[in-house]
């Protein structure tokens, strides 16, 4: 998400913060670098011409050229202001009742995987979400609505088989609704396309009859400079409250989400950074910014990690990692851990500084086959094998390799990184070491107790 933005922001600041001396000429050649990075990102052109001129004007005051760090400042200036430009503070959903949440947007935006998610998210907070399909359009829609619905055990109204009548099923669906308990309806509608008059028109109609207290546009981030013209589309038709953005983990420029929020005045609420239904994440536009400019997002990170690992199970590993004991029964806990955390990439991106060193690890580094494969070679263990790796020899490792379908040679490559990533567990100052490649993140450094390598390289490591 955002990678080239980042990479160009990057070089363009690590440039300005090594001129001992800020110009007027300094900046503007480091505005244009960034004005151009802006629209290769796909931010729209108005938007990112506003940006510019609002960094010009601050970045031009005597504080900022005559202070000691010019560089840091104009850094600062820029984050301040693309956080105000994503919307200065993350924006709640209104629920208050009767909390009727309409999702809308393109054909293929992710609309019915973003109700489930929604779903899942609000029953996490306590409330009791129903989900409506007023998908009448698409084939199978109904039924995928229904399918997430009994994933997350979440009650679903399905209209009678080839129902077209879409404010029929809305009467039906809010008289079901009284019979259910629920305080939250989530509707999910059918994908429309900008020319599809008629189509809109039905959404309209919708929209006037269910009274949403929350209209909210579901859009691809990929679709670049075409999500500005569909948020003003839709936003005209039915008045959106809200955006949320969906395939974040596969866009990697990402100007969307910078340009969407500046031209509606609307909102994004929520970002979609994963397929799995627990990866709907609220939007934070300060969290957002830092990311965009390789500063991490580490409150992010821990909030993930507080959510889906158990505190005294990650503590007992922490202390075996650091005592050397580090064992293959561990590695498949510290899979089963990481995968609760989603995409390794994406949790990765969240660490200050991750920009700097990512072309130091592998490209397969964060290859869910990659990690499939290592996890079958560990399975085809005996359970002696795994709790005393020094064990696996010749023999053993031929078994093993015919066991998990890998290679012998694939065997004893990953045998031989776990054996080496045992030994620099026990050294905190490599922790240490990659830390400050990290941002210079020491104390974390000394929580973590040691999974890096020094000399200004990162070990590989088996996972």
């Known amino acids: 998400m955002f990678s080239s933005l980042s990479d160009s922001l990057d070089k363009t600041f690590r440039n300005l913060r090594g001129v001992g001396k800020i110009s007027e000429k300094n900046i503007t050649d480091a505005l244009r670098e960034i004005r151009l990075a802006l629209l290769e990102a796909d931010v729209e052109f108005g938007v990112a011409k506003d940006l510019i001129a609002k960094i010009r004007e601050k ?62 998210r609000l029953k996490k907070e306590g409330r009791r979400p129903l989900l409506i399909a007023c998908d009448l359009y698409r084939p199978a829609a109904i039924d995928q609505l229904a399918t997430l619905a009994h994933q997350i055990d979440v009650p679903c109204f399905t209209p009678d088989p080839g129902e077209k009548n879409l404010i029929k099923v809305a009467k039906q669906a809010l008289k079901w609704a009284k019979t259910q308990n629920g305080t939250t309806l989530i509707f999910d509608t ?62 990697a420029r990402g100007g969307a989400a910078l340009s969407m929020r500046a031209v509606t005045g609307k909102p994004i609420k929520f970002i979609g950074e994963g397929e799995k239904l627990d990866q709907l994440n609220i939007f934070h536009p300060d969290r957002m910014a ?69 072309k130091q690890i592998p490209a397969d580094a964060f290859d869910e086959g990659r990690m499939k494969r290592m996890e079958a070679i560990v399975l085809s263990m005996t359970q002696r094998e795994r709790s005393t790796p020094q064990l696996i020899k010749g023999t053993r490792r031929k078994r093993i390799a015919a066991g998990s379908g890998n290679t012998i040679i694939e065997v004893n490559r990953f045998i031989k990184q776990f054996t080496q990533m045992r030994k620099m567990m026990k050294s905190k100052g490599k922790m240490k070491e990659m830390m400050k490649q990290l941002g210079g993140m020491d104390d974390m450094g000394d929580m973590m107790g040691g999974m890096g390598g020094g000399g200004g390289k990162l070990p590989k490591l088996p996972f």
């Open 59 to 120: 970045s031009m005051g005597v504080d900022v050229l005559k202070s000691i760090k010019p560089g840091e400042q104009i850094v600062k200036i820029f984050n301040d202001e693309l956080t105000e430009l994503l919307g200065g503070d993350a924006a709640p959903l209104n629920l208050n009742p009767p909390a009727h949440i309409l999702l809308c947007g393109l054909n293929g935006a992710g609309k019915t995987t973003t109700s489930g998610k929604l779903a899942l």
């Open 190 to 251: 059918a994908g429309r396309q900008e020319i599809d008059d008629n189509l809109v028109a039905e959404l309209k109609d919708l929209h006037k009859f269910v009274d949403p207290g929350e209209t909210l546009l579901v859009a691809d981030s990929a679709t670049g400079q075409q999500a500005v013209s569909v948020a003003k589309h839709f936003d005209e038709a039915v008045g959106i409250t809200g955006i949320i953005l969906t395939k974040l983990d596969g866009d």
């Open 290 to 358: 830092s990311r965009i400019l390789g500063m991490g997002d580490v409150v992010s990170m821990v909030e993930t990690a507080a959510e889906n690992i158990d505190e005294e199970e990650a503590m007992n590993a922490a202390k075996r990692l650091q005592s050397g004991k580090f064992d293959f029964n561990d590695f498949l806990d510290q899979m089963n851990m990481l995968r609760k955390l989603g995409p390794l990439d994406g949790l990765m991106g969240m660490l200050p500084g991750f920009s700097k060193i990512k």
